[in-house]
């Protein structure tokens, strides 16, 4: 064995694996940068170039990509509440925060010593493992699959925090999205309204950018500050790398957790994060003050993200089977350069295994050098002034709203996601829970399907599964005992923190959830019950709990009738007149973009939105042009995007010029 | 394609500012795409099969396509890209030869046809060429063999996606004629989860075309090959070359004698998996298009650097069937009488797969297309 890792340290310290190494970490870490455009699509490129190379090589180019791609996606998280994929959504819940308070650089110091840890701590997983590599994948079947998945949406109720039935009804709503596209075990096309756009399911970027980023840009418009409420941001860089070594068992847990979810695939490795999150939320003391910025709730998810990449890799090299699509053009390549996994990979390959290990851990060092390097320069944007901001991420959300199929339904999707996530913050509904589960519904369907069909329901007795099943119990009940044991109500409080208009507001908003349930399920009746069994459930635990919500609000406005303070008429009316606003220059830029075409847009709405916010023309023509360098950049040369003729052009018969226009570079 | 269109457009460009165009060739003195920038449709997502190999042969269609144009490839989804893909070859594409396509076996199926949201006719396509990669070849857990003829033990598990996977007409047939003991369950997400789930045990049967998947599983001796799909070469099913000793389907059915309803249901299920990943132009498009197309396809996909990357890349068998051969062979499945397809949608509902009655509004689809 140590023979083996002797040739690979041997194999990839060279100045031409490192070369290509280095050229992965640069290239992995600029797309992960970039919301919506994920590393998947730089494997693809580097592909046809990659399947050219030796054996070596090739794994420190692949690896190198691969093992960093969830270092850099935690700036826009952090600065913009943008997820910069989806391994750093649960990163946004207290790293925006934190970028609120002025701690940005705090935040950023700690990821990017958490990511590493935890990505080394993957490698080293791998390498213990690999005696026990096989059984170890084989040991999990479709009904311990299926408790696993709700083990995970066991979190569900920890990221509710104080609004439990509302965070289980936007479960439900979680799942119901999971639910729209073409159904594996029938065919049927639930909710695709005999369209094509819906077949492929609801793509989960939208959702997240939808519910996380716009409702944050909305009430910063309204605030019209800097994100950062503070002067400066001091030099919390230091801290937050302390922070990582004050928490470092938190760290190994979370960094367990990572690599666990990599190792299982199917599970959806990008849950990982919020797995880990929850988990820190479930165990850690002080949980209240998750959510509010707290370094625990950055260094929780980072160290897991990471963690799952080497993890991910086990069952890859193992037998051939790749957790993710990038896992699965991984091994198309190690595959074509005469590297193939199964159980060669433990003799005659164990110097490749060993190589790959290296790899992760270099990587991993290397990012994170790089992202450090670069933290203090980027964590000055959270001073920036909101008329800078608010254009800037709003184009950033339509361009990585469009990069999910190239469709303009994409950015209708989107629009929708975004009026969705406004009233879920305007109405204190808790917001993760919707994302978690819009990733697991379908696993825990399929799953639930698979195991019934397979085995009867035989498997609730099967070993593997109530093993399982006890750590669900114990992961529910276990705050509940810690609670009592402290004298508090096991329940938890309900705390009162919505006004008497937000509550009425509330109930309309809730009612309109159930009605949408409601014609869910009218929809389903369409359909073989096996198709629809699905829906009626969540039909009728959705409208239970809006009823009960519903009767809640009522109870506590009865009780508060006449008890509130009266409502700054004035402030309320402007409020709400700047959110107005907000909601009409986010359609124009989708109207824009239909109309006349992204370039056109992007730099006539920066320009337009930092005049009319009093923002300087020096400021407004560097935006301007950044946007538009950025839409040239990213999708003519890179994605070589092949843009729809925008409706106005092609109303007046001009397609010609737009078509000069986008040949031109 | 990415760095090589940008270095083909610099030079194309330096080649104009010089004013040393070169003339065009007297092969393509009918049409030139010189100047021109070509799309590519691929109707999957970025990264997949169809995808790669719709970039590859894009690499090498600019520089056999007269008058070398760029060609920009387009990725339209995944899954139900496919349907939205052939929708918009078929409603929304200029015939002017400046769009192709990049598809597979799934949208010519009849079976998809069926479905609400296919508005399509593959027959009106104009078929450039395909690339096949093999047949799929059917295998089972070797713990299973007994039970597969015995009908008094417990039944053989196929695995299925959707039962949209045309080798599912093996199992079918196979039961419906051979007495096979099975049973689906569909709802697996793909060949890795079903590679997963027969090493776990918890099926027994199912097929693929990836050598690398079929070869591990025969090593680690999980597996025994049972039957294949073969493919169809000069318009006869024959066996892969690399297993010349597992029989086609074809072959079984053929020595076993069955009604002609069964046998047009099976070729109109199992045929289009022959044609595999093709490339097509819109309803309409010029001879003179098509014709420069299937030209520089086929000069591409014998281009012996192309397949020297397609042989590692996809598969060593990986073979070209020329253009007028894959609309031959669509035309085939697809003039097969609807008699035919029920009775192998009926099939399929008999055996709990997905499986789609003829479209209630006839009249509707007539005017979208």
């Known amino acids: ?375 203090s320069q980027f964590a000055k944007l959270s001073l920036m002034p909101f008329y800078v901001i608010v254009p800037m991420t709003l184009i950033l959300c339509v361009s990585a709203a469009y990069a999910a199929h190239f469709v303009w339904w994409d950015i209708l999707t989107f629009l929708g996601f975004s009026v969705l996530g406004y009233f879920m913050k305007l109405f204190d509904w808790p917001r993760p829970p919707l994302l978690v589960a819009v990733v697991l519904g379908g696993q825990l369907e399929g799953y639930l399907w698979l195991s019934n069909a397979r085995y009867g329901w035989s498997w609730l007795i099967e070993p593997g599964v109530l093993a399982i099943m006890a750590l669900v119990i114990l992961t529910l009940v276990m705050p509940i005992v810690r609670r009592l044991r402290r004298g508090e109500p096991a329940g938890g409080e309900p705390i009162v923190v919505l006004s008497r208009w937000h509550r009425l507001g509330d109930i309309v908003f809730l009612l309109g959830v159930m009605a949408v349930l409601v014609a869910a399920a009218d929809i389903g009746t369409e359909w073989v019950l096996r198709a629809s069994l699905v829906i009626y459930c969540l039909a009728g635990l959705g409208v239970v709990l809006g009823i009960a919500q519903i009767g809640f609000h009522l109870r506590v406005l009865r009780a508060s009738a006449g008890k509130e303070p009266p409502i700054d008429l004035e402030k309320a009316t402007m409020a709400a007149w700047r959110t107005a606003q907000s909601f009409l220059w986010l359609i124009g830029l989708a109207a824009g973009v239909w109309l006349f075409g992204f370039h056109a847009t992007v730099a006539a709405f920066s320009v337009l939105f930092i005049r009319v916010y009093g923002g300087p023309w020096r400021s407004a023509l560097i935006i301007a042009g950044l946007a538009m360098g950025f839409v040239i950049a990213v999708f003519d040369w890179l994605l070589e995007v092949f843009w729809p003729t925008p409706l106005l052009f092609e109303l007046l018969g001009l397609d010609w010029l737009f078509e000069w226009f986008v040949n031109l570079y | 394609m990415r760095t090589q269109s940008h270095t083909l457009r610099f030079a194309f460009a330096t080649a104009v500012a010089f004013g040393t165009a070169v003339a065009a060739s007297p092969a393509s003195a009918e049409v030139s795409y010189k100047g021109k920038r070509v799309q590519l449709i691929v109707a999957s997502g970025a990264g997949g099969g169809t995808d790669r190999i719709g970039r590859l042969v894009a690499q090498y269609m600019e520089k056999y396509l007269p008058g070398k144009p760029t060609i920009v490839v387009k990725n339209m989804g995944s899954g139900g890209g496919k349907i939205r893909a052939a929708n918009y070859l078929m409603n929304k594409v200029k015939p002017d030869g400046l769009t192709f396509m990049q598809s597979d076996n799934t949208v010519i199926q009849p079976g998809t046809l069926r479905r609400r949201s296919a508005r399509y006719d593959p027959r009106k396509f104009h078929f450039i060429g395909s690339l096949n990669r093999g047949g799929s070849i059917l295998f089972i857990r070797k713990d299973a063999v007994k039970r597969l003829k015995d009908k008094s033990a417990k039944p053989v598990i196929v695995a299925a996606i959707s039962g949209t996977r045309s080798w599912q007409a093996m199992p079918m047939w196979g039961a419906e004629f051979f007495g096979w003991n099975v049973r689906w369950i569909p709802g697996y997400r793909g060949s890795g989860s079903m590679n997963k789930a027969i090493r776990q045990g918890e099926i027994d049967v199912f097929a693929t075309n990836n050598a690398y998947i079929i070869d591990e599983l025969v090593k680690d001796g999980v597996v025994e090959l049972l039957v294949q799909d073969g493919q169809q070469m000069g318009g006869k099913v024959v066996r892969r070359p690399t297993y010349k000793s597992v029989p086609t389907l074809t072959e079984m059915l053929n020595k076993k004698g069955i009604p002609k309803i069964s046998w047009q249901g099976y070729r109109q299920m199992a045929g289009p998996s022959a044609v595999d990943k093709w490339m097509g132009m819109a309803p309409g498009t010029p001879k003179a298009h098509v014709e420069a197309y299937r030209k520089a396809y086929k000069a591409s996909v014998n281009d012996p650097a192309f397949l020297k990357v397609a042989r590692k890349q996809f598969s060593k068998e990986i073979f070209h069937i020329p253009g007028s051969e894959v609309a031959a062979m669509v035309n085939e499945i697809h003039n097969a009488p609807p008699e035919a397809i029920d009775y192998a949608e009926g099939l399929k509902k008999k055996y709990g797969l997905a499986a789609f009655k003829k479209k209630k509004k006839k009249k509707k689809k007539k005017k979208d297309s």
């Open chain 1, 1 to 375: 064995m140590f023979d083996a890792l002797n040739t690979a340290v041997g194999e990839i310290l060279q100045p031409w694996p490192l070369f290509l190494m280095l050229i992965g970490i640069l290239g992995s870490s600029f797309f992960a940068a970039l919301p919506g455009i994920g590393v998947l699509l730089l494997i693809t490129i580097v592909m046809p170039y990659a399947i050219t190379l030796d054996p070596y090589p090739a794994i420190a180019l692949m690896l190198g990509i691969g093992a960093v791609s969830n270092t850099a996606n935690t700036f826009p998280s952090v600065l913009i509440s943008v997820p910069g994929s989806a391994g750093s959504q649960a990163t946004i819940v207290d790293g925006f925060p934190m970028a609120q308070k002025g701690e940005a650089k705090r935040a950023f110091g700690a990821a990017f010593i958490a990511s590493p840890v935890g990505g080394i701590f993957g490698a080293i997983v791998l390498f213990a493992s690999l005696p026990i590599l096989r059984p170890l994948v084989l040991a999990f079947r479709s009904p311990e699959f299926l408790m696993l998945v709700i083990w995970g949406l066991s979190a569900v109720g920890v990221l509710a925090g104080r609004a439990p039935i509302k965070g289980l009804i936007a479960a439900i709503v979680g799942v119901l999205i999971s639910t729209v596209g073409m159904d594996n075990k029938t065919g049927i096309e639930r909710f695709a309204f005999g369209g094509e756009y819906l077949v492929d399911g609801i793509s989960l970027i939208l959702v997240g950018l939808g519910i996380f980023a716009v409702p944050e840009m909305i009430a910063l418009a309204v605030r019209r500050s800097s994100i950062a409420e503070t002067e400066g941001l001091g030099s919390g860089l230091v801290q937050g790398m302390k922070d990582v070594f004050i928490h470092w068992w938190l760290v190994i847990r979370c960094s367990v957790i990572g690599v666990w979810v990599g190792v299982l695939p199917g599970l959806g490795g990008s849950v990982a994060d919020w797995f880990a999150y929850a988990h820190a939320v479930q165990t850690e003391k002080n949980p209240e003050k998750f959510g509010t910025g707290d370094v625990r709730g950055v260094i929780a998810p980072e160290s897991s993200n990471n963690a799952k990449e080497g993890g991910a890799l086990i069952p890859t090299i193992a037998f051939g089977i790749p957790g993710s699509t990038s896992f699965a053009l991984m091994l198309v390549v190690f595959i074509s350069v005469g590297i193939t996994p199964g159980s060669a990979m433990l003799t005659d390959q164990l110097p490749y295994t060993m190589a790959m290990i290296v790899v992760l851990v270099v990587s991993n060092i290397f990012a994170a050098g790089l992202a450090i390097g670069a933290a």
